[in-house]
């Protein structure tokens, strides 16, 4: 598979699209002022305790309070107040050397929220749902740094592995390599990425983390809350710190500063890929260029049509979201089970890459095209699964219910990407009043001269009241521009008002023969 990334810069902010094969999977809009993204570290300040809902308020500085519930906080947390506290403060007991702070005891798994949260202190938060809706951020205290390979969590010393690495030599290969180096009071999660890689990669990949903590804890000193200490890297970074692999065929970005950044940026973590970033200097726009800008107009909306002739509608509602397949263009030689499950798996990697695109999160509902075969509904489900393994966001797909639906989740962690593809109409300019367009006149007067052109000197225009009114209105002192066109071409035209017609239809006859004329 190949992957590109292709970056439009301009003043609003930053447009990020990943192509799968030239196809779009992605698109990432990043403002200005991206405040409160997921991953931001912020000195958060305890507002409200919500024993009901086993919750805290936190200002956070955005306009609602953020939510942290105690099934977010860290087991670590009395660790994790104490190295704010003292950071804040700028009187560390560790020192310079994180290696050396001593671990608080860890609250219970099952406790109450107002058996941890002693009045109302500061500490340190990270984003974990952007706001949504009416809604503020969601907040974790399990603090957690991601890098390349690996991502680090403070005050603990476990290593884990990632599922998705299936051999249990390699498994345990990096559990010895990262045990050997990991920092003390550092916990390491091995990513996906990190198969295969040796030790220098893993190790300069986790140095890097831990100079990210000691940035931290610097900018925690002599913070106020609500203040942001360290905000997560631009997107663009982020998805090339997720996804960069040989599979990376070309970055491609318009702005030359974030161009060099951006190199700068694969030259340390992938200095063999470093080639792979280019300027784009084309007069026409990138997203033109690349096929962007018209798979946005095909992908979003509530149709989507597929290339078979079948179409999927895709409605929205504050609960969940709803996908129905409709069959199209049936094959005759094909049955009826063979057409269904012909389309449902095409349908399926429509589907798949609908809710990457859209950023679908929550409960997802489709209705496919009912099946009668069980082998097929089975089949349905696991090429669901096998298309969802790209998603980076966690989801759980279930099998196809007694009714015919399929049920997935998917995690939510950023507001549904969605874009208007309607354009205002020509006619009416989104007012919803017609009346005769210019642009109808335009086309009239245009063929009226080309039938000048070709030798004919007597017209009969066929054209709906509303238009003849139109056409035709005119004074003494201003005469109507059918009139004007006639006079100009030195011939006779005469207008006649034709009921049947559409607003926007017309017809030319000889006047002698009454024949129609064709254009």
């Known amino acids: 598979m190949n992957k590109e990334l292709i970056i439009n810069a301009s003043g609003e902010g930053v447009e990020i699209a990943l192509l799968e094969d030239k196809k779009l999977v992605e698109l990432h809009y990043e403002r200005g002022t991206n405040q409160f993204a997921?991953?931001?570290l912020y000195l958060g300040r305890i507002k409200k305790l919500m024993p009901q809902l086993?919750?805290?308020?936190?200002?956070?500085?955005?306009?609602k309070d953020a939510f942290l519930s105690y099934t977010d906080?860290?087991?670590?947390?009395?660790?994790?107040?104490?190295?704010?506290?003292?950071s804040v403060d700028g009187n560390p007991s560790w020192g310079e050397h994180f290696g050396s702070f001593k671990n608080e005891a860890e609250i219970?798994?099952?406790?109450?929220?107002?058996?941890v949260f002693n009045g109302k202190p500061e500490v340190l938060v990270q984003v974990f749902k952007e706001p949504i809706s009416s809604k503020g951020p969601r907040l974790s205290c399990e603090i957690s740094l991601p890098g390349r390979f690996v991502v680090v969590t403070p005050f603990n010393d476990v290593v884990a592995i990632s599922r998705k690495i299936h051999s249990a030599d390699e498994r345990k290969r990096l559990q010895r390599i990262v045990e050997s180096i990991k920092p003390k009071n550092f916990g390491v999660i091995v990513r996906t990425a990190a198969e295969g890689k040796n030790t220098a990669e893993l190790h300069a990949d986790i140095l890097e983390l831990e100079k990210m903590w000691k940035t931290i804890q610097r900018n925690l000193k002599g913070a106020k809350a609500p203040q942001m200490i360290l905000s997560e890297q631009d997107k663009t970074t982020s998805i090339l710190r997720d996804l960069l692999s040989v599979s990376f065929q070309k970055v491609v970005i318009n702005d030359k500063k974030i161009m060099t950044e951006m190199k700068d940026y694969i030259s340390r973590i992938a200095p063999e890929q470093a080639e792979i970033v280019s300027l784009h200097t084309a007069q026409q726009p990138i997203?033109?260029?690349?096929?962007?800008?018209?798979?946005?107009?095909?992908?979003?909306?509530?149709?989507?049509n597929l290339s078979s002739g079948a179409y999927l509608i895709i409605e929205h509602t504050e609960a969940l979201h709803v996908i129905d397949v409709n069959s199209g263009t049936r094959h005759a030689e094909a049955g009826q089970e063979q057409n269904a499950i012909m389309t449902n798996l095409e349908a399926a990697a429509e589907i798949a890459r609908q809710m990457r695109l859209r950023d679908l999160g929550g409960i997802i509902i489709i209705d496919f095209i009912d099946m009668k075969l069980p082998e097929h509904k089975k089949q349905l489900v696991e090429a669901m699964e096998e298309l969802m393994v790209t998603?980076?966001?966690k989801h759980t797909v279930l099998p196809i219910s007694k009714f015919g639906l399929m049920q997935i989740t998917r995690q939510r962690l950023r507001p549904e990407l969605n874009i208007s593809t309607a354009e205002n109409c020509p006619t009416c300019k989104g007012t919803g009043k017609i009346g005769p367009s210019i642009l109808l006149a335009d086309d009239i007067e245009k063929d009226f001269k080309y039938l000048v052109t070709q030798g004919?000197?007597?017209?009969?225009?066929?054209?709906?009241?509303?238009?003849?009114?139109?056409l035709t209105k005119g004074t003494l002192l201003k005469p109507s521009i059918v009139k004007?066109?006639?006079?100009?071409?030195?011939v006779k035209m005469k207008v006649v008002i034709d009921n049947a017609s559409p607003l926007t239809e017309y017809n030319f006859y000889d006047a002698h023969t009454n024949d129609m004329i064709k254009l």
């Open 38 to 40: 997921v991953g931001d």
């Open 54 to 63: 086993n919750a805290v308020f936190v200002d956070v500085g955005y306009e």
């Open 73 to 86: 906080l860290s087991p670590y947390l009395r660790s994790l107040i104490k190295f704010s506290k003292q």
């Open 108 to 115: 219970l798994k099952n406790g109450k929220i107002t058996e």
């Open 287 to 304: 997203f033109e260029t690349y096929g962007i800008s018209k798979q946005v107009k095909a992908a979003f909306g509530k149709t989507v």
């Open 391 to 393: 998603d980076r966001a």
């Open 456 to 470: 004919h000197k007597d017209l009969a225009l066929h054209v709906h009241p509303i238009v003849e009114g139109y």
């Open 484 to 490: 004007k066109w006639a006079k100009a071409a030195k």
